[in-house]
């Protein structure tokens, strides 16, 4: 019997000690655990904070430009090429509206005017043109045709005409006369002789 009630002691003794040291062990891990929930909390808002101060506002640029400085991809304008200027015809000072044919002669009359506007004196020929060297020989594209009034030709690679009547003859046609009618066309070329200028405008 005394060894019966010695073992019960025995094992109720190790049976506490064994409680106490679980308990508290356990109770440290449920801390634990509390406080590593709670931890992650304030680290969670400073990081959405974080990315909030460092997130671009919708609609910013990522380069922006000074006041007054002009955009990086800004293109100076180009001057206006002699492609894209028109040649300008006038006789004894009155500038003509002309209507120029799309071909090479026309294309190096204007590379030549570009260089320094041309000059021609002319002499009335045969009562129906005006007629005068060019400084130089140009592209000829002859094509037999009947001219009329206000056509503007190149005879023979280096001479201009300029009708107030008609003829037929083998020319290559360079623009024709659009503001005149035929009576102010032989009113300004049926005198004598007459001064044309060709210049880029």
């Known amino acids: 019997m005394k060894r019966a009630a ?3 002691m025995t094992l109720l003794l190790l049976f506490g000690m064994t409680a106490c040291a679980s308990g508290p062990a356990e109770s440290g891990s449920a801390r634990g655990e509390e406080s590593s929930a709670a931890e992650p909390g304030p680290a969670r808002e400073e990081t959405a904070e974080e990315s909030l101060r460092e997130a671009p506002e919708e609609g910013d640029s990522p380069v922006q430009s000074e006041p007054g400085e002009p ?3 800004a293109a100076e304008p180009d001057s206006a090429s002699p492609s894209e200027q028109e040649l300008t015809l ?3 000072g009155t500038t003509l509206e002309v209507s120029w044919e799309d071909n090479e002669t026309v294309r190096e009359l204007m590379a030549c005017a570009a260089e320094e506007s041309i000059t021609v004196n002319t002499s009335l020929y045969g009562g129906f043109e005006q007629v ?3 400084p130089r020989q140009f592209s000829r594209n002859d094509v037999q ?3 009329a009034p206000g056509d503007i030709v ?3 690679g280096d001479q201009l005409v300029l009708f ?3 003829n037929s003859w083998s020319y290559t046609k360079l623009g024709h006369i659009d503001s005149l009618t035929t ?3 032989t009113g300004l070329l049926g005198g004598s002789s007459a001064e044309v200028e060709i210049s880029l405008n």
């Open 183 to 185: 009576e102010e066309l």
């Open 71 to 73: 955009a990086p991809d």
């Open 154 to 156: 190149l005879y023979s």
């Open 164 to 166: 107030f009547g008609s």
């Open 6 to 8: 010695l073992l019960c």
């Open 145 to 147: 045709m009947t001219t």
């Open 132 to 134: 005068g060297s060019l």
């Open 90 to 92: 006038s006789v004894d």
